[in-house]
């Protein structure tokens, strides 16, 4: 564990040595940068160290939601692991050492966030080089790249001026650590993904770490290599407990079970460094822990709201809430804030912004006091908290479950309705976030009527009439495909990128399909993952379709070749995915007029 004080007398150490460095590199080439400039840089440096350890190195959590602790009092570091090889990320060498452009990309609630803390602080205290932390929620339209790190570097006392920051930059001193690419808004991507590869051109001796949920595109970033994070182990999950602050009886009651057969029970809940902080409040409260995970969400809440403790869990200090709202009220309120701001992809507000939010939410509702449920957002139940002058969500995951409440409260009509103008968005969230997922388990047969059934018709209603269904279903569903080689050039992904096409990869090969325009393709992945396991060809498929590497197969090419027809449909994973829409249309007809008749049976009876 590194020490807070050691860490903090590492900092001048850190910039000095890496100024030094950048001096040698530039004083010979760029005439105003003199040992005047060097020494005014490296003040900055310092100052903007400084700053950001205080912001960095000390975390707000649910079980800390009053005052922030030390990273290191409670970090518990997981593993990564970069194709088939497990990497220990106790120190950030071991990634860059493999390579100097990677991402971090795992699931919600793994932990990037902090992972990425610990690589900043780590670097500081081996005297790597000059991180620069750059949290890319905010990142927009008003600026390029390069600008947006000088301005969030500038607000934590970087003074120099943006040209010798420009210096410094081309002598390879910095590790960049961008977080939270999947927090940048949907329309905003492309531009940013120009932007960092220019960035990571021009200033290639510098290193460059991204934390991301997964996101298909990274198959094309031929330069960075991508690490996901591991589940925590039984021994790495027991050894977080232990660090954390909480009712010793309680932690060592909890851990007795997490030894004897909680975690293998529970280990989707376990495994996931935030599950498993919220796994001990609901422990602590009901000594029982759900199978499914919105109900797990829900006992968490109740545990959440129950406590409000201002201390500590089991400190035994209540207060009342602010808004004076029963739990039920709250909550509708709440979810109905999650869905706005889940729909236009914040995670981040002002005052202003938050306040006029929760006005709107509570509308028809309630009638509460915006400012009152702020502070009970922020300082009872710990969904929200301050971070410098923004309004933040403790974790995204809150934002889906409470979305996913909003939906399943919205009778039939208006949840068809809302879901299939959700659908029309085509967020690329719906196939790598929880909100659909756990509508669906909430309540399944609901689901499928008012969202499945629905965007299957239309499909049906409109598909092409061709040799069969299966035929029918895939040319309506893609207008086309290319086969590209495992390993080509970055210009041939931007070609592929500017169809908005989305990539497959496979062994041997990738797949880049373009979707009819008219769907949803994000839901429609997601129903063919949900509903049926799509597993990966067992043989190498550039081989098999060695002839067709860098053509386009459309439909017209497909009606005349009925084997390469086959061939997709048995061996890609586009293949089953249309096998598998087509059979589930289907199969969740038959359930509705199961359901149907079921129903008429019931009211014969009545009668």
């Not at 301050?386 to 409440?405: M, N, V």
């Not at 080689?485 to 070609?495: A, G, H, N």
């Not at 199969?587 to 008749?597: G, H, I, Q």
């Amino acid at each position: 564990m590194l020490d807070e004080t050691f860490v903090k007398e590492r900092l001048a150490k850190t910039v000095d040595n890496s100024i030094e460095i950048a001096f040698k590199y530039l004083s010979g080439k760029v005439k105003d940068f003199n040992e005047k400039s060097k020494i005014d840089l490296g003040i900055s440096f310092v100052d903007y160290l400084n700053n950001s350890f205080e912001k960095y190195s000390k975390i707000k959590t649910i079980l800390y939601k009053n005052q922030p602790k030390y990273l290191y009092d409670f970090f518990e570091c997981c593993n990564l692991k970069l194709d088939r090889e497990i990497v220990n990320c106790q120190s950030v060498e071991s990634i860059i050492s493999i390579s100097r452009f990677s991402i971090i990309v795992g699931l919600g609630g793994m932990g990037k966030s902090t992972l990425m803390k610990h690589f900043f602080l780590d670097t500081i205290e081996k005297n790597i080089c000059i991180p620069l932390f750059i949290e890319l929620r905010n990142y927009d339209n008003s600026t390029n790249l390069l600008d947006y790190c000088y301005n969030s570097i500038k607000v934590l006392g970087f003074r120099s001026d943006i040209k010798y920051f420009k210096y410094a930059l081309e002598s390879g001193i910095f590790l960049f650590l961008l977080d939270g690419y999947d927090e940048i808004k949907d329309e905003l991507r492309a531009k940013f993904r120009i932007e960092l590869f220019e960035l990571s051109d021009e200033y290639n001796k510098n290193a460059f770490i991204i934390s991301s949920r997964p996101c298909d595109t990274f198959i094309g970033w031929t330069r960075f290599s991508v690490f996901k994070t591991q589940p925590l182990s039984k021994s790495q999950a027991i050894n977080l407990i232990n660090k954390i602050d909480y009712d010793k009886d309680t932690k060592d009651n909890f851990i007795r079970e997490l030894n004897k057969k909680l975690y293998y029970d529970h280990q989707s809940f376990a495994s996931n460094p935030l599950l498993l902080n919220i796994l001990l409040l609901t422990y602590d409260e009901y000594a029982k822990i759900p199978e499914k995970l919105h109900i797990f969400y829900s006992k968490a809440f109740d545990t959440m709201y129950s406590i409000h403790d201002a201390t500590k869990p089991g400190g035994g200090y209540k207060r009342d809430l602010k808004s004076k709202l029963p739990s039920d009220s709250f909550i509708k309120v709440f979810s109905k804030f999650c869905f706005i701001t889940y729909v236009h992809e914040q995670i981040s507000f002002d005052k202003h912004d938050i306040l006029t939010i929760i006005d709107e939410s509570s509308k028809k509702i309630v009638e509460v006091k915006a400012d009152d449920f702020l502070d009970d957002l922020q300082n009872a139940v710990c969904l929200i908290y301050l971070d410098g002058l923004k309004y933040i969500f403790t974790h995204r995951s809150f934002q889906e479950y409470f979305s996913a409440i909003y939906l399943r409260d919205l009778n039939d009509d208006s949840q068809q309705i809302v879901c299939q103008r959700l659908l029309k968005k085509n967020l690329i969230s719906i196939h790598s976030d929880s909100v659909f997922s756990m509508l669906w388990d909430m309540n399944t047969e609901r689901f499928n009527r008012n969202v499945v059934l629905p965007t299957l018709k239309e499909i049906k209603d409109n598909k092409p009439i061709a040799a069969d269904e299966l035929h029918s279903f895939f040319y309506y569903l893609v207008d086309y495909i290319e086969l590209i080689p495992e390993k080509y050039d970055e210009k041939r992904f931007d070609d592929v990128f500017e169809k908005r096409m989305v990539l497959f990869p496979e062994r041997g090969l990738m797949i880049a399909v373009k979707f009819n325009e008219n769907i949803n393709y994000n839901f429609i992945i997601f129903l063919a993952k949900k509903y049926m396991k799509i597993k990966s060809s067992t043989i190498n498929l550039g081989k098999l379709f060695s002839n067709y590497i860098n053509k386009t197969i459309d439909a017209n090419l497909l009606r005349k070749d009925n084997a390469l027809f086959s061939s997709i449909i048995s061996e890609t994973k586009i293949g089953k995915i249309v096998k598998n829409i087509s059979k589930l249309y289907d199969e969740v007809s038959k359930e509705e007029l199961e359901a149907d008749l079921e129903l008429k049976k019931l009211l014969d009876i009545i009668e």
